[in-house]
Every structure is written in structure tokens, then in C-alpha cells.
């Protein structure tokens, strides 16, 4: 069961019950699939240390930008912090750093 979205105390959010722990290492894409189907909507949380680079994909695979130029691939951003999921999205993960741990949350949004 997935914790409710809601905000309770002053913007605070329930712990989930549905959460990740991730493990990145250089240029390796790692994919997490949004657990149910397309009718189940998700508040995703993304947290990493300050200083990690990691560039994130929904439904494609995100890529690490050459040195000295400019990517504009769609669905993928650059240290996320909050977004929105339905169940069966993959959520794809690349770092050019060496070592990256970070964690997702996910809160059922009200239907």
C-alpha cells in the first residue's frame, strides 16, 4: 500500500512506504519502474547530496551532455527535485560522477 499524498504540519509530507535506494556509477543508466498501472498517479521525491550530477529520464533514457555543448532531449532533467508519475513510468538515472547514492519516495496522489 502507498502512502496518501497530503501535506499535514506546515508543507510536511507523510514518510512513504513505497521508496528506493539507488546506487549510480559512472555512465551507467539505472531504471526504476513506478509501481501499478497508468490509473495509479504518484508525487515522486528525488534526494541526493548537494554536489551530485544526475540526470534524469522519464520514459527515456537520459544521456550525459558532451563537454561544450548544448542537449535538449524532452522528459529528461537535471536534478529533479519533485514530479509526477503514473504507475509502469520508468524513471532512468545517469551520472558521469563515480559514485552517486540517492533515494525516491513516492505518495499516491487523491484520485
Known amino acids: 500500500?502507498?502512502?496518501?499524498y497530503h501535506?499535514?504540519?506546515n508543507k510536511t509530507y507523510p514518510v512513504s512506504d513505497v521508496c528506493a535506494?539507488?546506487?549510480l556509477t559512472a555512465?551507467?543508466?539505472l531504471t526504476y519502474t513506478v509501481p501499478g498501472d497508468e490509473e495509479d498517479?504518484?508525487?515522486v521525491c528525488f534526494s541526493y547530496n548537494a554536489t551530485s550530477n544526475v540526470f534524469v529520464g522519464l520514459n527515456v533514457t537520459p544521456v550525459i551532455p558532451a563537454g561544450n555543448t548544448i542537449t535538449d532531449d524532452?522528459?529528461?532533467e537535471y536534478r529533479p527535485s519533485e514530479r509526477y508519475a503514473q504507475g509502469g513510468d520508468e524513471i532512468?538515472?545517469?551520472s558521469p560522477d563515480a559514485d552517486v547514492y540517492m533515494g525516491i519516495s513516492l505518495l499516491t496522489l487523491p484520485g
Open 74 to 76: 524532452a522528459h529528461v
Open 41 to 43: 498517479k504518484y508525487r
Open 21 to 23: 535506494q539507488l546506487h
Open 92 to 94: 532512468n538515472f545517469v
Open 7 to 9: 501535506s499535514n504540519f
Open 1 to 4: 500500500m502507498t502512502t496518501q
Open 27 to 29: 555512465t551507467n543508466v
